[in-house]
């Protein structure tokens, strides 16, 4: 059993059709994916491929339509509104393109409301010390550029100490400066809690910074590659 | 047919945001119905009196008096601005109906001989009048005839002047005399026990041994002529026949009554109305100022291609023009509907021979003109703003919200929740709307305190009067005055275990230039039964030689304790003196005065006389009591206190409940349009927000709670603003009804306000629970894919 306690994340032949009018759109056609414990993983495709569908149904966001996906002992698939609730509340921490922050919060703030309802949370300042944002702990969302409002996303998605953290697009809307900052925040946190990470990236760059890259297109899984050695974000060239 | 891009966007956003337009067209529909039905009614009514009195020539002063030959008409006739004059007899007699126990009036009036001709005509419902000739034959009042199931034909019998006599239907009549139709000693109209018959003027004479004389007399005046000269005059020559001074119209129970309902209804439109067009204006203004932020982008765009700021204006102007136009129409239709039933109810209260409808087309493109303008008023405050920037900073995204500096600190040392912080900065950075927000939901509290408070305030009215002043069960008032032993024999009558004598005298009280017509009331020194209360409801004793005004009678006098008065008694040697004021007493019906028995008796310059005596009675005695009572040839008419409560109640409760439905339910379309429309908002504005924390694990529950707490933040800091704005309004309504007829106490009860709430924070609920099905709702992915 020692074995299937590090695995996070299994699916099998997860299914995801979007019925919209007269054409149905199948966006996962049957996924199959494992992920072990603190893995750091890389998912990246084109565009219209099926990686937030996924992401999003392994987050709990979204239900599939047929398949499986486990979380550790939870079956995903079988649970119902309020328990994918749950199970984003105690279990998972996000990060979005769009940051996503409470504008009438400050960053300390916008952190404190995930740690308010969270079962072990670190502290507030904590978790902005860990994407070094100390310093500006009360600015408004307003007062602070992308990438610091990327990493106070980063900050609440971490303050509840996730068992997986999930990335989408975390880089896209930041030049890459701020991206490295950003993906050295996420390595950095990975490694601090071991959340099992999972980044979708449109960046091929970032690969080299994870312990295994999954590749998607047209709804499967295409290629899987696991890398021998991990790269820091500051030696990847964009 | 093209329609044009902007229209068609218009028509668009009306059917996307139905909810909110439907809250807005009910508020202002709300006041659009209110104005119509509050003027239609008032000019229905009267219109109707209006008409009903120039066909039936009501006249225009009336005066009583104890016995004036028949040859006085001739000399009052000839008064300076008299055009008619008609001398009657006027009196009070008993009914003796079958299966009625308890006592009850009819008061007798007779006829001219030519028939009906003269004033005061009858409207005959039914039947015919009687025959000049017979002694038998009268025509009665029509709500008596429907109490009593009489018809033409039908037989009753009566007691005139202490005798027992029988008298036959011939015709059921209405008279605009009667509109009101209040008995003597009663507060309510009531048709049961107390009716009026109409019987030819020889007839009339025989019963009470008025041959060759009258003992009232209607006056129609010539237009123009002034009441006050000729009643001068009429008082003059009525004075040595025992007149105890003419009333002009305006004073006439019947007519005086129907004036006070009138101007209800006139206060009930200068209040509402403008309550529903300010809320609805701010509605406008609160969800044109939303929809114009999210628009923003595309109104600098439609800018830059070259729409005018007019025609981008006149866009957002539609949109409101067709809010307007549906409440209106639901206004039109619903105040009109109302309107007519309204009418009805009076009608059937007052007895009217017919109704006017009024549909003035002024007072509805009044409606249209000042509903339009208010809220196209709000609509242009709302976009005027955006208007004025230059496209191309109207193109670009509006900087973030700021939220920076404000109480900054503050919410951290109250360590609050992080989710009330959200609400409390939210309600902050958009001080107007929630200004708007609460004084919406503030007004619908204030409508509802400003109706409530006068059930809790009759209440407090019959208990002052009924359990704290007036605590006889009866009142035997006498024909006329009797000696000081009628007492005695009045305390021998069965079930009688107290009596208590009173004398009541005709006087008119003047001070400087004011002067009044009223009762002066003797008592005993200190009165058991019938007492005068003083303002903080201790009973006071009669004072040895001075007065105690009602308040309303001091303030109309302008007097104060230790002025003078000058009282000239308009019964017995006529007498004129001047007595000082001693104190001040509550009283809410009528004016009042009040003084020692024999003090009064003593000032009048007769012996010991009394009009009338209070009573106590035995319980389950009262049937014999009331037998007894009514055969006493003395007796003048019986007021039975617990009858008199009973009807006042039952007239209340009859109308309690329509009344209570209406208010709450206009009360509830504020609530509800202010409270969705504010929670469509703010939804609106932080639909983004709940979807992220409903994606970082937060319950829908959780999410709704933080839009609920805004709401519930909003309609709780309304209450307070709504208690003393409806106390406002109740005051001004106090102030505006009072007159010499009534004045209604002033008391607001805990309850009314708790009421008031409850309702409001029910409405509240209710409108909250309809927007929780959009924030279960939220699109949680959605929100991840876009930015703002
Ligand atoms: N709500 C929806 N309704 C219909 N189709 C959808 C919906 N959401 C996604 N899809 C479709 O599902 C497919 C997969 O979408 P998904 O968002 O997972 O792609 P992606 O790999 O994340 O692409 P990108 O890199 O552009 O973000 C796409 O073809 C998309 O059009
Ligand atoms: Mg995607």
Redesign the interface.
């Known amino acids: 059993m020692a074995a299937t306690a590090e695995i996070t994340f299994r699916t099998k032949g997860l299914t995801k059709v979007y019925r919209t009018g007269a054409q149905d759109v199948h966006a996962l056609r049957g996924v199959d994916f494992q992920a072990t414990q603190g893995e750091f993983i890389v998912i990246l495709g084109p565009s219209g491929s099926g990686k937030s569908t996924f992401l999003n149904i392994v987050g709990g966001l979204d239900t599939a339509t047929a398949g499986e996906a486990w979380f550790q002992d939870h079956q995903l698939t079988a649970l119902g509104e309020k328990g994918l609730t749950q199970y984003r509340r105690d279990h998972v921490g996000f990060v979005f393109q769009f940051y996503n922050l409470v504008p009438s919060l400050t960053a300390r703030e916008n952190v404190a409301l995930v740690t308010e309802i969270a079962r072990r949370p670190m502290q507030p300042d904590e978790a902005l010390a860990l994407v070094g944002l100390s310093d500006r702990r009360d600015h408004f969302p307003a007062q602070l550029s992308g990438g610091e409002q990327q990493r106070v996303a980063i900050a609440r998605a971490i303050a509840k100490n996730p068992e997986v953290l999930l990335c989408d697009e975390p880089t896209g809307a930041l030049d890459s400066a701020t991206g490295i900052r950003v993906l050295e925040a996420l390595t950095q946190v990975n490694q601090a809690i071991g959340a099992t990470t999972l980044v979708i990236t449109h960046n091929a760059a970032i690969r080299e910074i994870a312990d295994r890259v999954v590749r998607f297109a047209d709804g499967r899984i295409v290629e899987e590659t696991v890398n021998a050695t991990r790269k820091a974000p500051a030696e990847v060239s964009w | 047919m093209v329609i044009s891009p902007l229209r068609r966007k218009t028509l668009r956003d009306l059917r996307r945001l139905w909810a909110q337009v439907i809250a807005i067209a009910l508020v202002l529909a709300a006041g659009v119905a209110t104005l119509i039905l509050g003027t239609g009614a008032y000019a229905s009514l009267d219109e109707t009196r209006a008409r009903y009195y120039e066909t039936y020539r009501f006249a225009d002063v009336f005066a009583d008096m104890t016995r004036a030959p028949g040859a006085l008409i001739a000399d009052i006739r000839a008064i300076d601005g008299v055009l008619a004059a008609e001398a009657r007899i006027v009196k009070l007699g008993l009914l003796d109906m079958p299966g009625m126990v308890e006592p009850g009036t009819m008061l007798f009036v007779s006829l001219p001989d030519g028939g009906d001709g003269g004033l005061n005509r009858l409207h005959l419902r039914q039947g015919r009048l009687p025959d000049p000739q017979s002694l038998r034959e009268v025509v009665v009042s029509e709500g008596f005839a429907a109490a009593h199931r009489l018809r033409p034909g039908t037989a009753f019998a009566v007691v005139m002047n202490g005798q027992r006599r029988d008298l036959l239907v011939t015709g059921i009549a209405l008279s605009p005399e009667f509109i009101y139709a209040l008995g003597p000693g009663e507060m309510m109209p009531d048709p049961r026990r107390f009716g009026i018959a109409w019987l030819p003027g020889a007839s009339l004479a025989a019963a009470y041994d008025l041959e060759g004389a009258f003992s009232n007399v209607v006056l129609k005046l010539v237009p123009g002529a002034s009441a006050d000269r000729v009643i001068e005059t009429l008082d003059r020559l009525t004075a040595p026949y025992g007149g105890v001074g003419a009333t002009p119209r305006a004073d006439q129970t019947s007519h005086a009554f129907l004036d006070a309902e009138l101007k209800q209804l006139s206060a009930m439109v200068r209040v509402l109305p403008p309550i529903f067009l300010l809320v609805a204006a701010m509605l406008v203004n609160m969800t044109l100022s939303r929809l114009i932020t999210l628009e923003r982008e595309q109104i600098g765009l439609l800018k830059a291609v070259g729409y005018s700021a007019r025609a981008v204006a006149q866009h957002y102007v539609e949109f409101v023009l067709a809010i307007a136009a549906l409440g209106i129409a639901i206004g039109f239709v619903a105040g009109a509907w109302l309107g007519a039933g309204m009418a009805q109810l009076y009608a059937k209260f007052f007895s009217f021979p017919f109704l006017v409808f009024m549909r003035d087309p002024q007072t509805y493109a009044i409606a249209t003109i000042i509903t339009t303008a208010a809220a196209v008023g709000g609509a242009l405050l709302a976009v005027r703003r955006v208007l004025a920037l230059p496209p191309a900073v109207a193109m670009s995204p509006p900087?973030?919200?700021?939220?920076?500096s404000r109480l900054?600190g503050v919410w951290r040392r109250l360590s609050l929740?992080?989710?009330a912080?959200?609400t409390a900065?939210?309600l902050l950075?958009w001080p107007l709307r929630t200004l708007s927000g609460i004084l919406g939901v503030a007004m619908s509290v204030a409508i509802l305190v400003a109706s409530l408070w006068s059930f809790g305030s009759i209440d407090h009215m019959i208990d002052v009067t009924f359990f704290r002043g007036e605590r006889q069960d009866a009142m035997v008032v006498f024909a006329g005055p009797e000696p000081a032993r009628a007492l005695y024999s009045a305390r021998q009558l069965p079930g009688v275990l107290a009596a208590e004598p009173f004398r009541a005298v005709s006087a008119r009280l003047s001070h400087r230039n004011l002067s009044r017509k009223l009762s002066i009331m003797g008592k005993p020194a200190t009165p058991r039964l019938s007492r005068v209360l003083s303002p903080d409801l201790a009973p006071m004793a009669m004072p040895e030689a001075g007065l105690i005004l009602s308040e309303a009678l001091a303030d109309a006098l302008a007097v104060r304790p230790g002025d003078r008065v000058t009282v000239d008694f308009l019964e017995g040697n006529r007498r004129s003196l001047s007595l000082p004021v001693s104190g001040v007493s509550l009283g809410y019906v009528g004016l009042g005065a009040a003084m020692e028995i024999s003090a009064l008796n003593r000032a009048m310059g007769e012996g010991a006389l009394i009009s009338g005596v209070n009573l106590m009675l035995d319980d389950g005695a009262e049937a014999d009591f009331y037998a007894a009572a009514t055969t006493t040839p003395k007796t003048g008419f019986v007021a039975v206190m617990s009858l008199t409560l009973q009807r006042f109640k039952e007239t209340l409760a009859e109308n309690i409940t329509i009344m209570i439905t209406v208010y709450v339910g206009l009360a509830s379309i504020i609530a509800v349009g202010v409270v969705y429309n504010f929670a469509r908002i703010a939804l609106s504005e932080q639909g983004?927000?709940l979807a992220?924390?409903?994606?970082?694990?937060?319950?829908?529950a959780?999410v709704s709670g933080i839009l609920f707490s805004e709401l519930a933040a909003v309609v709780l800091l309304a209450q307070p603003l709504g208690w003393l704005i409806g106390y406002g309004i109740a005051l001004g309504m106090v102030t505006a009804f009072s007159s010499d007829l009534y004045r209604v106490p002033f008391v607001i009860g805990r309850e009314v306000y708790a009421t008031a709430s409850l309702a409001v924070i029910a409405a509240a609920l209710a409108s909250a629970l309809a927007i929780r099905g959009r924030i279960n709702g939220l699109d949680?992915?959605e929100?991840?894919?876009?930015?703002e």
């Open positions: 900087a973030p919200t700021d939220y920076r900054a929740p992080q989710t912080v959200m900065r939210h950075r983004r927000e992220s924390l409903r994606v970082l694990g937060f319950t829908r959780e949680l992915i929100v991840l894919k876009t930015r």
